[in-house]
């Protein structure tokens, strides 16, 4: 692994930083150090672009409605449901 210019090994700041980062969880400085960090390496800014990616995927997936067959299907079972020991 290589030093992540002072930000400890890639792995952690690709696991723990970028996630941060993303979330805007840092500091104006802390942000500014993981920006120039992207740009200068490559391994954790293609990590970053996958993250970004799966951020974008999982947004557009959680903004799609149910169908309504299926919204009626659970609460049809959650209606009839009886507990084993009532």
Do not use: F
Not at 16 to 43: F, M, N, S
Not at 66 to 73: R, V
């Amino acid at each position: 692994m290589s030093d992540c210019q002072g930000l400890g090994d890639c792995e952690d700041t690709r696991m723990q930083r970028i996630y941060e980062y993303l979330d805007g969880a840092l500091t104006h400085d802390d942000i500014a150090e993981i920006k120039d960090h992207l740009d200068g390496c490559p391994e954790c800014h293609e990590q970053y672009d996958l993250e970004c990616v799966i951020r974008v995927m999982v947004k557009r997936s959680c903004s799609e409605a149910a169908p309504e067959n299926l919204k009626n299907s659970i609460l049809d079972r959650i209606h009839s449901y009886k507990p084993a020991d009532a």
